[in-house]
């Protein structure tokens, strides 16, 4: 008890709290059994980092910051990644004494010093990080590049089992082959990849992650190691490795860090051999809050007053890999309950939801969207999930069964919110039924979001805001933006993680007339404009305005 009060006074004398938050983290201390110094941080009266660095000054060791303390790269390569994971520790360089300076969660953790000790033959000294500056910072430098590099020489190149399948199997077992499909997955969920594309050329095997719906290059293979790569893929997830002149889908589970991650694999016959796409499906996703989404607080209530009502269809817009699915999900979390009848008809189901009942279309045994729908509605729903409106036969009975009590999302391909309106006519739905079912429209884009860390400050000239079309009126003071710059914690790019860009357009009188009317697109448009809708563009422009984004990525992803 004595050890927890001198803390609490070395912080009050530091002046990092006030002695009101020290007796107020005591009391809390007393309800929740915590450590003072855990007590504080959840009175949010420090951060774990003025924790860490205040118990590091107690016991004379140094503290460090590692999301902004430089890491030596060739002080990392002196120590294997599974130590690091492991024993929560980072080399991050060398003191003028030669010494190795080693980032630690916890300095007293004796058989991880003497492991340090043997494998680089050097002295150890010991310095403080968080737990979860460490967990990041090795995720971000113990990175499975050097291994897969170093498998893939390892990899036999003698015979190529795409010549001989008898070969196959064999090849498939290899263990560098088994350790090597395995880290490349393993790092792909690392780096927050969304797909990860393995592409076979004329002379060589290339690996390609999507992050933040980029793609960026991680690796080139040798050919020799494409068909064993693929073929292990192929028996992962499933799929016929004998077959190579047709595409084919499966899917696979791994285990990454404790949770559940599920992939999509999906085979595409090029010239020089097999296209595999991989999608990562992280079921976390699909238990997302809308909140989590980026909805501004106009277009969050324009939307939620539309999925609240019994009936009706609501319909998400965008193009592949705009997150419809992800908005879908979350949507459909909060729709669900244990009262109500909630039906999906998806092709592929990428993420299973429990308490909900998926159905996956399978055309080859005749169980298409419009023919599973029929079946559903024969199956008392209340919500019906559409995984997408492909034809005209799926769009007449989406809103027939609207017209009829039931809640029914789905998504369109079209670029903006009014052009659903007109898409569905164009399949043949009538107007006054199109009018009628539908109740609101969701297009939304997804933009990749400015680094917290190092995004950086600045007053553009008025030529640029008018070459971009950014709004803001001439003579009036210039608005302060955010770009992006790159540091270690978004491996350079300036960006990590996505927020996506809303348009939100519910169904009134004068749009449902317009409708009936065969109006067009933007004649929708203007009216919806006029009634309160916000635009693609200028739901951009305000997360510019609010540094959540650049004019740049606006651009990129908004025509």
């Not at 498939?172 to 792909?188: F, G, H, S, T």
């Not at 164009?426 to 297009?443: K, N, Q």
Request: charged letters at 25%; glycine letters at 6%; one cysteine or more.
């Amino acid at each position: 008890m004595r050890t927890r009060t001198r803390i609490g006074d070395l912080l009050v004398q530091q002046g990092v709290i006030t002695p009101e938050q020290l007796d107020e983290a005591l009391i809390h201390q007393q309800t929740t059994r915590q450590r003072l110094g855990q007590a504080l941080v959840s009175t949010r009266a420090i951060t774990e980092s003025q924790l860490v660095a205040t118990l590091a000054a107690q016991v004379g060791l140094g503290f460090v910051d590692l999301t902004e303390h430089p890491v030596d790269p060739s002080a990392v390569a002196r120590v294997p990644a599974s130590l690091c994971r492991r024993s929560h520790l980072l080399p991050i360089g060398l003191d003028a004494e030669r010494r190795l300076v080693v980032a630690m969660a916890d300095p007293g953790d004796v058989v991880a010093l003497d492991d340090l000790r043997s494998i680089t033959g050097l002295d150890v000294v010991p310095v403080v990080a968080t737990r979860e500056d460490l967990t990041a910072a090795v995720e971000r430098f113990c990175r499975a590049d050097a291994d897969l590099d170093d498998l893939t020489s390892a990899i036999s190149a003698d015979v190529d089992p795409q010549d001989d399948l008898s070969l196959v199997a064999a090849a498939v077992e290899d263990a560098p082959i088994v350790r090597y499909v395995n880290l490349l997955i393993d790092q792909a969920i690392t780096d927050r990849a969304s797909d990860i594309h393995i592409e076979p050329g004329e002379h060589e095997l290339r690996v390609r992650f999507r992050i933040d719906g980029v793609l960026h290059e991680v690796m080139r293979s040798p050919r020799s190691v494409q068909s064993g790569v693929i073929s292990r893929l192929k028996i992962m997830a499933d799929i016929d490795i004998a077959e190579r002149r047709r595409p084919q889908d499966g899917r696979l589970s791994v285990v990454h860090h404790g949770r559940k991650i599920d992939l999509r694999v999906a085979t595409l016959p090029t010239v020089w051999g097999e296209k595999v796409v991989m999608r990562i499906l992280d079921n976390s996703t699909a238990s997302l809050d809308l909140a989590d989404l980026g909805f501004s607080d106009a277009n969050h209530e324009r939307y939620a007053t539309s999925y609240r009502k019994p009936y009706g269809m609501v319909l998400v817009t965008g193009p592949t890999g705009s997150g419809k699915s992800t908005t879908l999900y979350a949507t459909l979390n909060i729709v669900s309950r244990p009262e109500i009848n909630v039906i999906t008809v998806e092709d592929p189901v990428e993420y299973r939801l429990p308490g909900i009942n998926q159905v996956q279309v399978n055309v080859k045994a005749g169980l298409t969207f419009a023919g599973a729908l029929r079946s559903i509605l024969r199956s008392d729903p209340d919500v019906v999930l559409l995984g997408e409106i492909r034809d005209a036969e799926t769009a007449t009975i989406a809103v027939e069964a609207a017209l009829t009590g039931h809640l029914v999302l789905s998504t369109l391909h079209t670029n903006d919110a009014p052009s659903a309106i007109t898409r569905l006519t164009e399949m043949g739905i009538e107007p006054f039924l199109v009018g009628s079912a539908l109740d609101c429209v969701l297009a939304q884009r997804l933009a990749r979001r400015l680094c917290g860390r190092c995004k950086e400050a600045y007053q553009p000239d008025e030529h640029t805001l008018a070459l971009a079309g950014y709004p803001h009126e001439p003579g009036t003071p210039l608005p302060v933006l955010h770009r992006p710059v790159g540091c270690p914690h978004c491996s350079r790019t300036g960006y990590k993680g996505r927020l996506a860009l809303h348009e939100v357009m519910t169904v009134t009188e004068g749009v449902e007339r317009l409708a009936v009317e065969r109006a067009s697109s933007s004649d929708i448009a203007r009216l919806a404009a006029g009634e309160g809708m916000t635009s693609l563009r200028a739901d951009g422009w305000a997360k510019v305005a609010a540094g959540l984004t650049s004019v740049e990525e606006v651009l990129r992803v908004v025509a």
